[in-house]
């Protein structure tokens, strides 16, 4: 990788260990290190030395005379006599580091970490997911990646003249892998708290996801390339709005190059068993009350019977999971899943939130299906590739492929010195998706 890296020309994102893991984590987080003098100095060196060494080579126009990154880099040089750097507060400023906490500089007073490139038939926006962010009020609620206002500067809406293609660079993938984001994780964070389990995916702000995926869907074909998260995989959404046309929207993920564990192996040896299409209905507005008890009555299993013991009460299992995949959804925007009702009672109060009861309700205003891309023949990272990998994309018409590069198994002493390694190929459409993708309420799991 070393020599990689210093033969080839590479444009990077910064993300979160420029800093030290999940900086940035929510409204507490925030506010404790930005008001801590030495908080506020690990910030502004790991900012500093990202400008320097790749963020200038990036755009090097941010850095010339009169902007902010000149401003930066003057207050850099060291002083003849001390060897220190100058400590004046234009480099909080620059760095958007004097702010209060849920505020930002604006973009022509700062530096700005994204940046775009543009040829005829596509284009790569990269998106600053981590110094954007927007707080809820609660001080550990789940994180904006991007706020309204660093969306529509950094995605912006389509102009008409944008080339066909869309790629967008998000460090965290827009569409992760349900097991981990939308169970384990989740169940995690309600027993450890935020901080022990990496509480910042796209989907744990649900209004913020909502509207990046209309946002890309606005592009018609969007690719999404993204790490982070230390396993490999590939999928794809055709999304929906009522009344617009539909989108497809790529998920392409590799990583990552070191740090495997026991735990990203488990998530490739099981994820070729698990579904791979979930199909999902959106409205702007809250599931109504009634219809909550409704559906949460309709699918929950009744209680086991059980010896008494001196014990409290425990849910049904069945409860616990419907409580994390879905009821934590009812708010607006309110995101219902479409497919794998258990029973007809559930199936039809979702039928009647979407469709409504009579012609003048008002219905699903948007519905998207995600579907993973599996290596045939099924099995072992097939789906999901747990162990240290890297990826090589290509575009054939119409089509995106990306094929994931992995080690056999990790080298040991007594092995060879270059250890036989293999790949999992994904291939998925980019086109726009046809009708027959477009969700719809079913009972039971869906076809693959």
């Excluded at 906490?101 to 926006?125: K, N, Q, V, Y």
């Excluded at 997911?129 to 206002?149: K, N």
């Excluded at 008409?160 to 989740?186: H, K």
């Excluded at 409504?356 to 699903?364: I, L």
Aim: glycine share 6%; proline share 11%.
């Amino acid at each position: 990788m070393r020599r990689v890296l210093a033969n080839v020309p590479t444009l990077m994102l910064l993300d979160d260990h420029e800093i030290t893991d999940d900086w940035n984590l929510n409204r507490q987080w925030d506010t404790e290190v930005r008001t801590n003098p030495y908080g506020r100095r690990v910030l502004r060196n790991g900012l500093a030395a990202y400008a320097v060494f790749q963020d200038w080579g990036n755009h090097p126009e941010n850095y010339r005379p009169g902007t902010p990154g000149a401003a930066l880099f003057d207050e850099l040089r060291c002083d003849a006599t001390t060897h220190e750097p100058g400590l004046g507060n234009v480099m909080h400023d620059v760095l958007d580091l004097s702010s209060p906490t849920g505020t930002h500089r604006s973009r022509a007073d700062r530096i700005c970490w994204d940046w775009e490139l543009t040829w005829e038939a596509h284009r790569i926006l990269a998106l600053d997911t981590r110094t954007w962010r927007e707080f809820p009020a609660a001080p550990l609620g789940g994180v904006a990646l991007m706020g309204d206002a660093a969306m529509d500067t950094q995605l912006p809406a389509p102009t008409g003249t944008d080339a066909p293609l869309t790629l967008v660079i998000s460090p965290a993938p827009v569409l992760g892998f349900p097991l981990v984001e939308e169970g384990l994780q989740r169940f995690l964070v309600k027993w450890n708290g935020p901080f022990e389990n990496d509480n910042e995916p796209w989907s744990v702000n649900r209004r913020a996801f909502e509207r990046l995926l209309a946002r890309l869907a606005s592009h018609r074909e969007v690719v999404v390339i993204s790490g982070d998260v230390h396993y490999g995989f590939t999928n794809h959404c055709a999304y929906f709005p009522e009344g617009g046309p539909p989108a497809r929207i790529v998920q392409l993920c590799a990583s990552s190059l070191k740090k495997e564990d026991d735990l990203t192996r488990l998530n490739g040896r099981i994820g070729w068993s698990l579904p791979t299409t979930y199909d999902w209905l959106g409205w702007d507005e809250a599931v109504p009350e009634d219809k909550r008890l409704e559906l949460q009555r309709a699918s929950i299993l009744p209680p086991l019977p059980l010896p008494r013991l001196p014990l409290p009460p425990l849910p049904p299992p069945r409860n616990i999971l419907f409580d994390l995949l879905v009821a934590e959804r009812f708010d607006a925007p309110a995101v219902l899943p479409a497919a794998r009702w258990g029973n007809a009672v559930s199936a039809s109060i979702v039928s009647e939130l979407a469709d409504g009861p009579g012609p003048d309700e008002r219905k699903t205003q948007w519905r998207y299906r995600v579907k993973f891309a599996r290596q045939i023949p099924a099995g072992h990272f097939s789906t999901i590739v747990g162990p240290n990998n890297v990826a090589r994309i290509s575009f054939p018409l119409g089509e995106v492929w990306q094929e994931l590069f992995w080690l056999m198994e990790p080298p040991t002493v007594a092995g060879p010195a270059l250890p036989p390694t293999a790949s999992t190929l994904h291939k998925v459409p980019r086109d726009v998706p046809s009708l027959s993708e477009r969700p719809s309420v079913q009972l039971g799991a869906p076809a693959e």
